[in-house]
């Protein structure tokens, strides 16, 4: 569901763009297309855990958005590609400052996580 920030609301650009972007999958689907064009299977495959419905849906509103671009060719059997359009092309940068971040910090979250469940669990 979008959500309706008032346009004058400080956090408003951030909102917006989480709107688009946010979801589980959305920045891995970003990420898998600024790499080359790809089919749904590939997409798929590339993000295991991902249900066909899921997948379906988070395209289908990066589609809306206008930051994918599905091309549907006509033969058969059907082939469907899916691409990044100029305006999802603009997010690249956004999409390389996660990877780094996650590069540089991920793993120290992950052992903060663990700490803190760990000590969840002894508390228990």
Not at 3 to 31: E, Q, R
Not at 43 to 55: E, G, S
Not at 73 to 80: A, D, F
Request: proline share 8%.
């Amino acid at each position: 569901m979008k959500t309706t920030i008032p346009p004058n609301d400080p956090c408003c650009p951030v909102v917006s763009t989480l709107d688009i972007i946010g979801g589980k999958w959305k920045v891995l689907i970003l990420y898998h297309l600024s790499v080359e064009t790809r089919r749904f299977n590939e997409l798929q495959r590339l993000m295991p855990p991902v249900t066909q419905r899921m997948l379906t849906l988070q395209l289908r509103e990066l589609e809306k958005d206008g930051i994918v671009h599905r091309e549907v060719y006509p033969q058969v059997p059907p082939k469907v590609e899916y691409s990044l359009t100029e305006l999802g092309l603009t997010l690249m940068p956004v999409i390389r400052t996660i990877y780094k971040w996650g590069e540089e910090y991920a793993a120290e979250c992950i052992q903060h996580r663990q700490a803190n469940t760990q000590s969840e669990f002894e508390h228990k």
